[in-house]
């Protein structure tokens, strides 16, 4: 049974840092890429970073780029999302994503639907 468990989200004052983390079991890690969502209250969930199965961060969302750094360990079957310079925009319903799908174009890294597994997410509350 596959599973991936968000961890690491919470309340914090703009300007801050949040480390997500997503703790993954029953694949083989290393032959899926990875990707965190997001979805804010009242809209669609929207892309925020993707990862290679090697380690390469390969996309970043506008809105994040410079202030998220999206990493993995392969030995722990895990992916981070590091989140620096927190504004209130960025509260939302984090999700990480695993895709076995590879040789995509952007815009199918950046799709949902593209993703075979899903966390049940973490709540990023940041205030003003």
């Known amino acids: 049974q596959v599973q991936l468990v968000e961890s690491g989200g919470g309340l914090v004052q703009a300007g801050g840092s949040l480390r997500l983390s997503c703790s993954t079991s029953?694949?083989?890690?290393?032959?899926?890429?990875m990707g965190w969502f997001r979805q804010a209250p009242g809209k669609e969930r929207e892309f925020v970073a993707a990862i290679s199965r090697s380690g390469v961060p390969l996309y970043y969302a506008d809105s994040v780029k410079g202030r998220f750094t999206i990493t993995r360990d392969n030995a722990k079957n895990t992916v981070y999302l590091q989140m620096n310079s927190l504004q209130s925009e960025d509260t939302a319903v984090y999700y990480c994503?695993?895709?076995?799908?590879?040789?995509?174009?952007?815009?199918?890294?950046?799709?949902?639907?593209?993703?075979?597994?899903w966390g049940q997410g973490t709540q990023v509350t940041v205030s003003s």
């Open positions: 029953g694949l083989t890690f290393s032959n899926y890429a």
């Open positions: 994503a695993a895709r076995s799908r590879v040789g995509v174009t952007a815009a199918q890294a950046m799709d949902s639907a593209n993703h075979d597994y």
